[in-house]
């Protein structure tokens, strides 16, 4: 069974920073990643990282966002800076084979809210 428990979100003005982390119990070898969705707009894939660290990113957060995992802790972690308003999105860990997090296998934490303000 896996587990997926989000901290670190809150509010920060525009090109602030904040630390996401997901504290992941049985996630394995899995691939995991950070969803976002604000309200009125769809889920986007903000990164990904496999079980060997390769890390994927969207367009609109490349260079300012980084994502990383510690197995030791089995965290994930997410690293936001330069903030921007339309970041501002409920943020969710997620956990799955292939990163097919629309699997019926997909895990998926309660999310954390951003809120970037201008």
């Known amino acids: 069974q896996v587990q997926l428990v989000e901290s670190g979100g809150g509010s920060v003005q525009a090109g602030g920073s904040l630390r996401l982390s997901c504290a992941a119990s049985g996630a394995g070898r899995y691939c995991m990643g950070w969803i976002r969705q604000a309200p009125g707009k769809e889920r986007e894939e903000v990164s990904t990282i496999n079980y060997y660290g390769t890390a994927t990113y969207t367009d609109s957060v490349k260079g300012r966002f980084t994502i990383s995992k510690d197995n030791a802790k089995s965290t994930l972690y997410l690293q936001m800076n330069s903030l921007k308003p339309e970041d501002t999105a409920m943020y969710y860990c997620?956990?799955?084979?292939?990163?097919?997090?629309?699997?019926?296998?997909?895990?998926w934490g309660q999310g954390t809210q951003v809120t970037v303000s201008s």
């Open positions: 997620v956990a799955a084979y292939l990163c097919n997090w629309y699997s019926g296998g997909a895990y």
